[in-house]
């Protein structure tokens, strides 16, 4: 018997089975594959996301980057700050003894203010005291030849400015050399103090200086009065030291002491000067001692 000869099972499969159709996919299956298609990369959408990876790890590598510069900061700060709060206590501590120092400085200062106030105050308080009695006459209190010497030149010159007449007494008690020869110079003092009273308080109040010219001579300055009204301020003060009948045994014209004076005055020019008016009412005075003495004689040309 043959034995029976079998194709190969490809070859009988092919040619026993039938083709059997793939089943046709629905509509929700396609609806459902299409747009994983569309999903799919393509080149270009490839290339943004490797882009897109690139720029990811760049900011990664600098964040972390950041981070060990924080870390390494942090570190530094650690070994920092206990050296900043020791320069901050030393600071504290110089600005503490800093502060102590400039307030004993400044009370010193202040305590040298008020020694150097105190001493000017004494100072110009002396000054005051030294000028008052530089321009006063010792014996009288009265001003001095040096304050009326500075007086007339002041007076000059406002006089010339207003164009107002300035008037002069001078006045000499009489025969005063034979009332020291009597009473002796002490009584002669006294005798030149009451005189010098007389004057003040018979001018008083008013702008005129009376002053010590010099010995027993008196001087009377007038700013802004006339020759008569100078007249008439001249009797009222030889009258005034008559009146205090201070005996004088050696006067040949009166028990008591007396004076005789002088009185010029004189609207003032540019041609004028003081001297013409110191001449002017000395004339007068001897014409007043020339004619008998204890009388006021007024100055004419």
């Known amino acids: 018997m043959k034995p029976t000869i079998l194709p190969p099972e490809s070859s009988v499969a092919t040619a026993t089975s039938p083709s059997i159709p793939e089943p046709a996919m629905s509509d929700l299956q396609l609806a459902q594959v299409g747009p994983l298609q569309s999903e799919l990369p393509n080149a270009d959408s490839r290339g943004a996301v490797s882009s897109s990876n690139h720029i990811y790890e760049v900011e990664v590598e600098r964040l972390l980057q950041s981070h060990e510069n924080l870390c390494q900061i942090a570190l530094d700060t650690q070994k920092v700050v206990p050296e900043l709060v020791q320069f901050r206590e030393l600071l504290t501590d110089c600005n503490r003894k800093l502060r102590q120092q400039m307030g004993q400085k400044i009370l010193g200062l202040e305590q040298e203010i ?55 007494i001078i006045g000499d008690v009489d025969y005063f050399k034979g009332y020291n020869d009597i009473y002796g110079h002490p009584m002669g003092d006294f005798c030149l103090k009451q005189v010098a009273k007389a004057m003040s308080d018979t001018l008083q109040p008013s702008g005129n200086l009376v002053a010590r010219y010099g010995g027993e001579e008196f001087v009377i300055l007038l700013p802004n009065t006339s020759s008569s009204a100078a007249i008439v301020l001249a009797e009222k003060v030889r009258i005034a030291i008559e009146q205090m009948q201070l005996p004088h045994p050696s006067s040949n014209v009166c028990a008591f002491v007396t004076m005789s004076m002088g009185v010029s005055s004189l609207i003032l020019t540019e041609q004028t000067s003081v001297n013409t008016l110191l001449a002017q009412a000395d004339t007068a005075l001897y014409k007043a001692k020339k004619s008998g003495r204890n009388r006021v004689c007024r100055y004419s040309a």
Request: hydrophobic fraction near 40%; charge should be positive.
């Open 114 to 168: 008020a020694n150097y106030k105190r001493q000017l105050a004494l100072t110009v308080k002396k000054n005051i005291e030294l000028t008052r009695i530089a321009s006063l006459d010792e014996l009288t209190q009265i001003a001095n030849r040096r304050q009326f010497d500075q007086t007339l030149d002041w007076e000059w010159g406002q006089m010339l400015k207003s164009n107002q007449p300035l008037s002069l």
